[in-house]
C-alpha cells in the first residue's frame, strides 16, 4: 500500500503562504523519524485528530510516536475557517429520523462535549489562538426563514439549548452588515479561533505529555500483523496500535477507507486590515458567519480586523490559477463595499467529505487499526474529540466510536477512483440550486 499525498500545490517543506501562517505564535522545531522504534501506538497524521489522539494517549500512560509527511497542522487543521460549530454536521431532525431521538441526542451531547473538549485544551494549554464566541447562520433565501426558526425551536425545547437565538431578516442584517439576507439563527455557544495556532499549542500539549512528534515524515505503507509496522521515508515503526488520522490527505495508503471520503478543496482570502468603522460596520458582534448555501460562504474578522472569507471549492487536483479573484467574488456580492479594499492573502486546502457528511470512525478487523476521517467541513471541534475517541477506542473504551457506527459510511459510487465525476455532477447541481 503505498500513500500518495494530496494534490495540494504547497511547499511541502513549510506552511502554505496564508494569513494564518503569517500570524502563527510559536515554532515546534520538530525533526524527522531517524531509524527503528517499537512503542505502543503509531499514529499517522498531524492534524487536530492525531494531535488530539496523541495528547489524550500519552495522559493515559501510553508510548505514542506520531508521524507528520509536513509539518503540524499543515493540512486542513492550519487552514481553515476556525469556526468552532454546534451539533453535527447533519441536523438534529436528520439523525432522529435515522436514529431515534435517543441515539440523536447522545451525538449531540457528543458534539457539545467536542467544544467543551476544545474550550478545555485551549484553557489548560494556556493556547493563545484567538476564541471567541458567537456563530450567525444567516439564510440566504427567503423560503429558508420558516425553517430556521422551527429548527431554533426545536434545539431550544428538545435539546435545552438555551444560547441560540432565531434572528429576523433585520436582525441579522445588523449582525452581518449586509442586506443579502432573510433571516437565520445566532449561536453563542458556538465560537472561533485562530486555526493553526491552535493546532500547534494543541502539538505542544501532546509533546509536553510526553507524545514523540516527528515532522517531514512520509508514511509509505504499512503492514498489520503483532506488532503492526510502519514503514516511512526514514525508518520504521513498530506499534501494538495504529491510528490512521489523515482525512483528505489519506491517498492511498489504505484503500478500504478511500472510497468512503471525497478530498475537495476549498479557499479563503484575507483581505487588508480594516479600519475601525468599516470592521464594526460589516461585524459589530466579532462573531463568526456561515450561510445556508450549499457551497458555504463562511466568514469573520481576524484578530487584526482584516476579513477572512471562505467561499468556493474544486474537485480536481489543482487550486484556481488566481485564488483571489475566485474568491472574491462571492465575497463582494455581501459586501460590495469592500471593493477596494487589498487582498493580502489567498490560500486553500484539502478537506474530505463523506456521502452522509458525518464523521467516519472505526476499526478495521481486529489488527489494532484505528481510523478517524471525513469531517465534512465541520473538524474545529469534532477533530478534537475525534482523537479522543480513538485514544478511549485503543484504552478499551469503545462505546462512542460504536455510537457513530450506528450511521454507516457507504463508499461513494465509482470507489476510489471513480468517485469524482458524480461528485462534480452533485455539486454543479447543489451550486446552481443555490443560484437560482
Known amino acids: 500500500m503505498s500513500f500518495t499525498l494530496s494534490q495540494d500545490r504547497s511547499d511541502t517543506e513549510s506552511y502554505p503562504a496564508s494569513y494564518y501562517h503569517a500570524s502563527q505564535n510559536r515554532q515546534l522545531d520538530l525533526t524527522p523519524l531517524d531509524g527503528s522504534c517499537r512503542t505502543d501506538v503509531c499514529i499517522v497524521g498531524g492534524?487536530?485528530?492525531?494531535?488530539?489522539?496523541a495528547l489524550h494517549l500519552s495522559k493515559?500512560?501510553?508510548?505514542?510516536?506520531?508521524?507528520?509527511?509536513?509539518?503540524?497542522?499543515?493540512?486542513?487543521?492550519?487552514?481553515n475557517g476556525g469556526q468552532l460549530g454546534s451539533g453535527q454536521r447533519k441536523d438534529q431532525w436528520y439523525l432522529e429520523k435515522r436514529l431515534g431521538l435517543s441515539d440523536a441526542t447522545k451525538l449531540w451531547q457528543l458534539a457539545e462535549e467536542a467544544k467543551n473538549l476544545a474550550r478545555q485544551i485551549i484553557s489548560e494549554n494556556d493556547i493563545q489562538c484567538d476564541l471567541k464566541p458567537g456563530v450567525a447562520h444567516p439564510d440566504?433565501?427567503?423560503?429558508?426563514?420558516?425553517?430556521?426558526?422551527?429548527?431554533?425551536?426545536?434545539?431550544?425545547?428538545?435539546?435545552?439549548?438555551?444560547?441560540?437565538?432565531?434572528?429576523?431578516?433585520?436582525?441579522?442584517?445588523?449582525v452581518t452588515g449586509s442586506d443579502t439576507y432573510f433571516g437565520g439563527s445566532m449561536d453563542m455557544s458556538a465560537g472561533h479561533l485562530h486555526p493553526l495556532n491552535y493546532a500547534l499549542g494543541l502539538a505542544d500539549a501532546?509533546?509536553?505529555s510526553g507524545a514523540i512528534l516527528h515532522e517531514s515524515t512520509i508514511v509509505e505503507s504499512y503492514q498489520r500483523g503483532k506488532p503492526n509496522r510502519v514503514v516511512t521515508n526514514h525508518g520504521t515503526?513498530?506499534?501494538?496500535?495504529?491510528?490512521?488520522?489523515?482525512?483528505?490527505?489519506?491517498?492511498?495508503?489504505?484503500?478500504?477507507?478511500a472510497g468512503k471520503i471525497m478530498p475537495i478543496n476549498n479557499f479563503i482570502i484575507a483581505t487588508e486590515p480594516l479600519d475601525e468603522a468599516t470592521?464594526?460596520?460589516?461585524?459589530?458582534?466579532?462573531?463568526?458567519?456561515?450561510d445556508s448555501r450549499f457551497v458555504i460562504n463562511y466568514y469573520r474578522l481576524s484578530a487584526d480586523k482584516r476579513l477572512l472569507f471562505g467561499g468556493g471549492e474544486n474537485y480536481g487536483r489543482n487550486?484556481?490559477?488566481?485564488?483571489?479573484?475566485?474568491?472574491?467574488?462571492?465575497?463582494?456580492?455581501?459586501?460590495?463595499?469592500?471593493a477596494d479594499k487589498q487582498i493580502d492573502y489567498a490560500w486553500g486546502g484539502t478537506l474530505?467529505?463523506?456521502?452522509?457528511?458525518?464523521?467516519?470512525?472505526?476499526?478495521?478487523?481486529?489488527?489494532?487499526?484505528?481510523?478517524?476521517?471525513?469531517?465534512?467541513?465541520h473538524g474545529v471541534a469534532m477533530a478534537t474529540l475525534g482523537g479522543k475517541i480513538m485514544a478511549d477506542a485503543v484504552a478499551g473504551e469503545s462505546e462512542k466510536l460504536d455510537l457513530f457506527g450506528k450511521l454507516p459510511t457507504r463508499s461513494f459510487p465509482g470507489g476510489a477512483w471513480l468517485r469524482y465525476p458524480g461528485l462534480v455532477l452533485g455539486m454543479t447541481y447543489f451550486a446552481l440550486r443555490d443560484r437560482f
Not at 155 to 173: G, V
Not at 237 to 257: F, H, Q, S, T
Not at 362 to 369: P, V
Open 60 to 79: 493515559r500512560g501510553y508510548k505514542v510516536v506520531l508521524l507528520e509527511a509536513r509539518k503540524m497542522g499543515w493540512g486542513a487543521s492550519g487552514r
Open 352 to 377: 474530505a467529505v463523506t456521502l452522509n457528511r458525518m464523521p467516519h470512525f472505526g476499526r478495521l478487523d481486529n489488527s489494532g487499526i484505528y481510523f478517524a476521517q471525513g469531517y465534512s467541513g
Open 279 to 290: 470592521a464594526n460596520s460589516i461585524n459589530p458582534n466579532d462573531v463568526a458567519i456561515a
Open 140 to 174: 440566504h433565501k427567503a423560503g429558508y426563514a420558516k425553517e430556521s426558526r422551527e429548527y431554533v425551536e426545536h434545539l431550544q425545547k428538545q435539546y435545552r439549548h438555551d444560547q441560540i437565538e432565531y434572528l429576523s431578516q433585520e436582525a441579522m442584517a445588523e
Open 206 to 208: 501532546a509533546r509536553n
Open 237 to 257: 515503526v513498530e506499534a501494538d496500535a495504529v491510528i490512521l488520522a489523515c482525512n483528505g490527505y489519506l491517498g492511498n495508503l489504505e484503500k478500504r477507507m
Open 47 to 53: 492534524g487536530y485528530t492525531g494531535l488530539s489522539a
Open 319 to 338: 487550486f484556481p490559477a488566481d485564488i483571489k479573484s475566485f474568491v472574491r467574488k462571492p465575497m463582494l456580492e455581501i459586501y460590495p463595499q469592500l
